[in-house]
């Protein structure tokens, strides 16, 4: 029996036991922090998908891997060439192709299609993105879920947030929402000024954590000042909460070991930066940065403190928004970007003017199809590998499990290309492996990162430590064509133009775009379409075609369409955040319209 982690992009990264005898049968590691006796379906969509790529093609004729290969050396040998990897499935083995890029002068990406705008937020408040360990939400007293799908995108929390006092902040009535002792169906994009408002409620009341204030944030008189620049009333009806429900809020939190657990469904936007500086504000005057069983959860820095033999520098463009045209040879390794990106009109089109689009990785999509060089990848069973989490510092090493004839690892794709180049230093592959987790603890049959720290910030902030927090000091938004809404006046009204906000959250039985993929739209009954009615939804970017789904789950000013649904992505904007460099998927609204 082999012990080894799933690769594919979820917090999760449950261990996983099996054999080359057992294969495809896999159980889940027990003994793996992150695994509870059990494994989500996702694993056997990867193991049995119909879609996975088997044989290298060259301008739609098979070759064999060598030959494709040579066709890819051929096609990087041009001036402008670009690397462009998505992140389907995940293992730092799949970053060595920055080795290539770095050597042959190519171009690769910055930025993210997910958390970079959260992140930048954070790093503006705490200076250091440290992941909070999953034990100190087992010993908090109150959970806050502020836009995150628990179930879906974090089921491994679910024992850690059972008997506490639970609140949910939620455009949508998830299923974690209809456990809570308080849920609060925000309008969408209004978490910044709800963590303002709550901001301030905490120090008009005398709630705020002085001694704490004293030590890691002694200018919290100056945020005050700052949340005073928002008037109560308007902001109130512009995000459509009840005062009330604020109050209740706030008893709940004040004077408790707390627990933020915050997704990403808070930062999709161009403020997504300010979101998470205004939530980690509120956290620091409660004071629960450092202590036993509080803090805020948001996706971290998986590779916080460990040497990286890949991190290198390249020239770079926006991961979010690049001009695909601009390169004559584009190498898309295991993404989708036709369906993946904002905006899929603008990026087909510029997708369709490479001259040679190469595709490296495990299942036909619909950039596959457009590619005239096909390399099959290794999926993670066929290949050693290291998998890091992003919602802990658990390192798991992702052992082969069974041999196969289909496809090409990173390293041996890597390999092949620099000797093509006559660059000969590339080390053996199990030194890059080795290199990883000998900065790492080993804790039975799992590592722990060196980033780990049982209370994050219990020495204050900063890099090294004791730094005082960074409160936020300043907010600006054009989303509604009004700047420094802070400062309406307080008879002032927003006037609303009947569109709906999008929010396009992740799916239960879909990866990305990977797996089950449907192209519906979930409509509040009162809406005025019936179940199944064809309907096209119009954007500034886009339009397609969706099939309705009435939930009562929805606000009536919102409509969901999930991340991986078809056609998503001709609604979405091909704009980065003000800060972090992040896609802004739900910066949109849409209208609907009959066919």
């Not at 360990?133 to 806050?144: H, R």
């Not at 997504?272 to 036993?292: C, M, Q, R, Y």
């Not at 449907?518 to 009954?525: C, G, T, V």
Request: include cysteine.
């Amino acid at each position: 029996m082999i012990r080894t982690a799933c690769g594919l992009d979820c917090p999760d990264a449950c261990g996983i036991v099996s054999s080359k005898e057992l294969f495809p049968k896999v159980i889940a590691d027990t003994t793996h922090p992150t695994s509870d006796g059990t494994l989500c379906s996702l694993i056997n969509h990867h193991i049995h998908s119909q879609d996975r790529l088997t044989k290298p093609m060259v301008d739609g004729k098979e070759v064999s891997m060598s030959e494709a290969l040579d066709a890819v050396a051929k096609a990087l040998s041009v001036d402008k060439k670009l690397l462009w990897r998505g992140s389907g499935n995940f293992g730092i083995m799949q970053e060595i192709t920055n080795l290539l890029f770095k050597a042959i002068d190519g171009t690769t990406t910055k930025g993210s299609l997910c958390d970079g705008s959260g992140d930048a937020g954070i790093l503006a408040g705490r200076g250091i993105n440290r992941i909070l360990p999953p034990s100190q939400i087992e010993k908090s007293e109150v959970v806050v879920v502020w836009g995150k799908n628990v179930t879906v995108t974090a089921s491994h929390l679910m024992p850690y947030i059972k008997n506490k006092k639970l609140i949910v902040i939620d455009p949508v009535k998830t299923e974690i929402a209809k456990e809570a002792d308080i849920f609060l169906q925000i309008k969408p994009r209004m978490d910044f000024y709800l963590a303002i408002l709550l901001a301030r409620f905490i120090i008009m009341q005398n709630h705020e954590n002085r001694d704490y204030l004293d030590e890691w944030g002694s200018e919290y008189e100056d945020f005050y000042d700052f949340t005073r620049e928002f008037r109560i009333k308007p902001i109130l009806e512009h995000i459509g909460v009840d005062l009330n429900i604020l109050g209740n809020i706030v008893e709940l939190i004040k004077d408790s070991r707390v627990v933020f657990l915050v997704g990403n469904g808070v930062q999709k936007y161009s403020i997504g930066n300010f979101v998470l500086h205004a939530i980690d504000s509120l956290a620091t005057l409660l004071g629960l940065f450092g202590k036993e069983g509080s803090g805020v959860a948001f996706i971290g820095n998986s590779k916080l403190g460990l040497k990286n033999p890949f991190d290198v520098n390249t020239k770079k463009v926006q991961k979010a928004t690049t001009d695909f045209g601009e390169f004559e040879t584009v190498l898309i390794q295991g993404g989708n970007p036709a369906e993946s990106m904002p905006s899929s009109t603008r990026v087909k089109e510029s997708l369709s003017k490479v001259k040679n689009l190469i595709y490296f990785g495990l299942y036909e999509n619909e950039t596959s199809k457009m590619a005239n060089i096909i390399i099959p990848a290794k999926n993670f069973f066929e290949k050693n590998d290291i998998r890091f989490s992003y919602s802990s510092y658990i390192v798991s090493p992702m052992r082969k499990i069974i041999d196969s004839p289909i496809g090409i690892s990173e390293y041996d794709f890597t390999r092949y290309l620099m000797e093509k180049f006559n660059f000969y230093d590339l080390k053996d592959e199990n030194y890059y492996i080795d290199f990883i987790l000998n900065q790492c603890k080993q804790i039975e049959n799992h590592f722990l990162s060196p980033a780990y720290q049982e209370f994050p910030y219990k020495s204050g902030f900063g890099e090294d430590g004791g730094d005082e927090f960074e409160f936020i000091d300043d907010f600006y938004d054009d989303f509604e064509k009004i700047k420094k809404f802070q400062r309406i006046s307080k008879n002032r009204k927003i006037e609303e133009d009947g569109k709906y906000f999008l929010i396009t959250p992740k799916a239960k039985n879909a990866l990305n775009t990977q797996f089950k993929r449907d192209n519906k739209i979930y409509l509040n009954p009162k809406s005025g379409f019936v179940d199944e009615e064809e309907i096209i939804a119009i954007s500034p970017y886009g339009k397609h075609k969706f099939i309705v789904k009435n939930s009562d789950s929805l606000r009536e000013d919102s409509v969901l369409i999930y991340a991986n649904a078809i056609g998503v992505n001709y609604l979405t904007p091909p704009i980065v955040s003000e800060e972090g460099n992040s896609a802004c998927y739900q910066e949109v609204k849409i209208e609907l319209k009959k066919v």
